[in-house]
């Protein structure tokens, strides 16, 4: 199987470099309690875990939790899997580098579990459509993203502005915001990551679940389905600050926060830096209109932290009782209100008011994956949209896509 050859290569490529390993001490082995490790590749979110994990031990004295996570996390479970020091949870995001783990047969299967049943329907189906594996999924999706663009409520009064639902009033907004001699977006396209905020929604909403299976198949291709979408792409960088390739991610979202420009394409982890910045901004998000027609449009959202149990755990009893602890409601509220995340697991949770705009889609799941989740890490596309940007070379896009694409699923 070809996943299986890819991981394999991933992790005999790693350096092993599982001395370096940080976030948690060595699992003692002097007392009766039965240790489990939970390993999060989130490392802005150790402290808020640490805090869930004394909890949970509070609750369950027959059991000790240790949390890691470790700076540049992919690389040291890598090294860890080679070196059979697996931990009992792996807590990734749905991308690739997890379906490689779940094809590989590292997570037990939690298709029919009472884990997944707590969480939103349209993640589990989403976690099963990026996984392509007959309908199963071995995690339990627990904190969700959304990618839309944000926007300055007191400039949008200002200008006499009303949130944009069609393309063609998101371009009619940023015309009038050039009129009035202020900047639409600020753009800071130097890290190449950040290229994805405008185009997962732009390629999310232009295709749908079943491309991903069809590019496979041969019954559509990327340039077929990709050029409208490359063509918006470009088109927004004609509203920006200008020198989009000077500007980093910090340089945009303060620039932003600073008033610098009406409206943000990000996502909701930009919003905690942007309220330190500017605690009084009168700030909302509404779903990216990326096609014509208002009904078509959906949100774009992925799965932005799930847990799975591995097969060689010692401890998944204990595992399982850990994760059925995260799904309680005061704990998804505690860790959802700390990192300003969206919860997948079904719950009764107050949103920030900065989320207003996004709820009624998010609420009623019309959504639509990131598809970054599809894409093989072999693919590149954020350096490769960067490197469109810049020579505009179209045919030699398209055949990284073709090539990657076929190079990772060929059987």
């Not at 299986?4 to 009766?32: E, H, N, Q, Y």
């Amino acid at each position: 199987m070809k996943a299986m050859r890819r991981i394999a290569t991933l992790l005999l490529s790693v350096v092993l470099c599982t001395a370096s390993l940080t976030g948690c001490g060595p699992i003692g082995k002097s007392d009766k309690k039965k240790a489990i490790e939970v390993f999060v590749f989130k490392p802005e979110s150790v402290e808020t875990f640490q805090q869930l994990g004394k909890k949970f031990e509070d609750e369950n004295p027959d059991i000790r939790v240790y949390i890691n996570s470790p700076g540049d996390p992919y690389t040291i479970l890598k090294a860890r899997m080679v070196k059979g020091n697996i931990p009992d949870i792996v807590g990734l995001d749905a991308t690739q580098t997890y379906v490689d783990y779940a094809k590989a047969d590292i997570f037990e299967d939690l298709t029919n579990s009472d884990l997944t049943r707590k969480v939103k329907p349209s993640y589990v189906k989403m976690l099963a459509n990026i996984e392509e594996m007959h309908g199963t999924v071995h995690a339990m999706p627990f904190a969700a993203n959304v990618t839309g663009i944000m926007y300055n409520k007191n400039k949008f009064k200002e200008l006499n502005l009303t949130v944009p639902t069609t393309w063609q009033e998101l371009m009619d907004t940023c015309e009038k915001i050039k009129a009035a001699g202020q900047t639409p977006f600020y753009l800071g396209y130097k890290e190449d990551w950040v290229i994805n905020s405008a185009w997962n929604p732009l390629a999310g909403n232009f295709t749908d679940a079943d491309f991903y299976q069809n590019v496979t198949d041969g019954k559509i291709t990327f340039r077929k389905a990709y050029t409208e979408p490359l063509k918006r792409l470009l088109k927004l960088n004609d509203y920006s600050q200008g020198d989009i390739f000077s500007y980093n991610y910090n340089n945009a979202t303060v620039g932003f926060a600073n008033g610098e420009s009406v409206m943000y394409m990000q996502g909701n982890w930009a919003i905690p830096m942007i309220m330190q910045t500017n605690p009084h901004m009168d700030l909302d998000m509404f779903p990216f209109p990326a096609l014509d027609d208002a009904k078509d449009n959906k949100l774009c959202s992925s799965i932005d932290l799930m847990f799975s149990i591995t097969k060689k755990s010692k401890h998944q009893e204990e595992a399982k009782r850990f994760l059925e602890f995260l799904t309680e409601q005061e704990n998804v509220s505690a860790y959802m209100k700390e990192q300003f995340g969206i919860p997948a697991i079904n719950c009764d949770y107050k949103f920030p008011e900065q989320l207003n705009g996004v709820l009624d889609d998010f609420q009623s799941g019309k959504i639509v994956s990131s598809p970054q989740a599809y894409y093989p890490s072999e693919m590149k596309l954020p350096i490769a949209l960067q490197t469109y940007m810049i020579d505009g070379n179209k045919d030699k896009l398209f055949k990284q896509l073709d090539d990657t694409w076929r190079d990772a699923h060929e059987n």
